[in-house]
């Protein structure tokens, strides 16, 4: 039995208000059918069908937003742990919180076969007993603690399981106070390299809190977090040993400007794939961005090496140095640098040395402080005379107003004064900033 024309009429109309508007379901008018008619059925099974599909759609919609604030809320946690030039333990915690909801965690670093505390959050009662030392069995019970680099978790302590039965075994003696009222686990190893630095344990009162989607979250903030450690140790070191205010900008540099550049890049290259499928364009710019980033660490890694090897401040074209820099600044705050070079010459090298040390430190004064949406950089370069231009649109200060504890810009004062180059800041607040240096060679030492 054929349907009438009529109902092939608002089939197609259907059909046409899906194609022109996928993402709206069309609208099905009543129709004076008979209840028990074929087509009035037909018409049940169609806006089921389209009411299961958009409970569908706006579950999908519900989870790629929220995948999307999880993204978003991991890079603000690497932007925050990076920013830490010192370990902070606690903040450690405090992040991984932001994004795992738990009763208690507790950061621990290995010392030999030791596990140590550096920090817990939860009740009062257990930050007392901080800190606690838990004495390792050997290597067969620290293998069993980096998991092959993946968290463990335990749906219930106080069950028979195996690995419940390793944890009450391996929290004994004091730190046993870290079970009580407690019933889900989640053990996150903290390792860089294959080499186990220590771990964080998070806990819950509910059983089988902990998600395998948990894990892998805890897992990205635990790398992160390993990272941070191992760089808030070789700051310290490299503050040690330092003698000379470059090395300890080496350290910082080392720790957050890289560091940062390369976590966010990874982020990026991991949903990417997802992204291109979802949506081409928004892809696009997420490369653009990925490009930014490796062009970024590239440059500052170039710089660290620079600072690692002086003689490549004095054997590289000054310009290269300058592009290499805004680069730098721009892969690390997404800050567009024009660099521009004009004339030619050899500088001598403690010129050229202390007119890199200059931009550099305007730079860094720039992504401090200025917030400014671009920046140019002008070097010109003449027979006898060279002049350096550092320009930003941000928000200005007075420089005769300066706050206490600021020690940038005295310290650009002093560097141009002891090469003999004019230095002149001009500056007002809203209206961006310009440092402008000048020298002029000697009769006896003129530029090449």
């Known amino acids: 039995m054929s349907l009438p024309s009529d109902f092939y009429a ?28 074929r087509e009035q059925q037909l ?155 220590g771990g964080i344990g998070v806990a819950h009162t509910k059983p089988d809190n902990f998600t395998a989607h948990h894990a892998a979250l805890a897992l990205i903030v635990a790398n992160q977090a390993a990272i941070t450690m191992v760089n808030a140790e070789l700051y310290e070191q490299a503050q040690t040993l330092a003698t000379l205010e470059e090395r300890q900008r080496l350290a910082q540099n080392l720790h957050d400007a890289v560091n940062q550049s390369l976590f966010s890049a990874s982020l990026i290259a991991e949903v990417l794939p997802r992204l291109w499928e979802r949506n081409p364009d928004e892809a696009r710019q997420s490369l653009e961005d990925l490009r930014r980033l490796t062009r970024g660490a590239m440059a500052e890694m170039r710089s660290l090496l620079a600072e690692l090897r002086p003689l490549v401040l004095t054997d590289s074209d000054l310009g290269d140095l300058l592009r290499q820099l805004g680069d730098a600044l721009t892969g690390r705050t997404n800050i567009p640098v024009a660099v521009t070079i004009t004339g030619q010459g050899t500088l001598p090298s403690e010129i050229q040395v202390a007119l890199y040390r200059l931009s550099q430190e305007a730079l860094t004064n720039i992504a401090k402080h200025a917030g400014a949406k671009q920046v140019r950089i002008m070097l010109h370069v003449d027979a006898d005379l060279v002049t350096l231009q550092i320009r930003d649109d941000g928000c200005g200060f007075d420089p005769e107003d300066i706050p206490s504890g600021h020690y940038g810009l005295s310290m650009m004062r002093e560097r141009t004064k002891a090469i003999g180059a004019d230095l002149s800041i001009n500056s007002q607040p809203g209206h961006g900033s310009e440092i402008f240096i000048r020298w002029l060679a000697a009769p006896d030492q003129e530029v090449l």
Request: overall charge negative; aromatic content about 6%; charged content about 20%.
């Open 43 to 197: 018409l049940e099974d169609f806006q089921a069908a389209l009411t299961a599909w958009q409970t569908h759609d706006q579950a999908r919609q519900s989870q790629m937003a929220a995948r999307k604030r999880e993204q978003a809320t991991l890079l603000e946690i690497s932007q925050t742990l990076a920013s830490a030039l010192a370990l902070e333990p606690g903040l450690i915690l405090d992040q991984l919180r932001v994004i795992i909801e738990y009763t208690h965690a507790v950061l621990f670093v290995l010392e030999d076969l030791t596990l140590v505390t550096l920090a817990v959050q939860g009740s009062q009662s257990l930050k007392e007993t901080a800190p606690s030392r838990i004495q390792l069995d050997g290597p067969k019970s620290l293998a069993a603690l980096l998991n092959g680099h993946a968290p463990r978790r335990i749906a219930d302590v106080w069950s028979a399981d195996s690995d419940a039965q390793f944890l009450r075994s391996f929290l004994n003696d004091q730190a046993a106070v870290l079970l009580e009222g407690i019933r889900a686990w989640m053990w996150i190893p903290l390792a860089v390299k294959g080499r186990v630095i």
């Open 10 to 37: 608002l089939l197609s109309s259907l059909f046409h208000q899906m194609a022109r508007k996928p993402d709206t379901p069309p609208v099905i008018l009543p129709q004076q059918w008979p209840a028990s008619s």
